[in-house]
């Protein structure tokens, strides 16, 4: 079984940082893409940035200029660095990786983002 634990939430002004790290553990996995979603209160959960091994990387319009993902896929690690943050980005942030080896979606718990004006 793989666990994936995120760290790195909390609560913080608007235009603060936050960078959320995010752990797999348990069952070694090789990892295609591995990244981040979001879900804000009475929303649907949407990606954020996801971030492929062969080093390519997606982001949100809402989020592009601001966010930054990278990931260590031999330590099966990945870091979501946001700057400038605004309201709009309280949500529960989850760390999701897809694996090739196994074929599935892994997700983590979730974790609390929230921004003060």
């Known amino acids: 079984q793989v666990q994936l634990v995120e760290s790195g939430g909390g609560l913080v002004q608007a235009g603060g940082s936050l960078r959320l790290s995010c752990a797999a553990t348990g069952r070694t996995v090789s990892i295609y893409r591995i990244g981040w979603y979001r879900q804000a209160p009475g929303k649907q959960r949407e990606l954020v940035s996801v971030i492929v091994n062969d080093g390519t990387s997606n982001y949100a319009d809402s989020v592009k200029g601001r966010f930054t993902i990278s990931g260590d896929f031999r330590k099966n690690m990945a870091y979501l660095q946001m700057n400038s943050l605004k309201p709009e980005d309280t949500a529960v942030y989850y760390c999701?990786?897809?694996?090739?080896?196994?074929?599935?979606?892994?997700w983590g718990p979730g974790t609390q983002v929230t921004v003060s004006s």
């Open positions: 999701y990786l897809y694996s090739w080896s196994t074929g599935e979606d892994y």
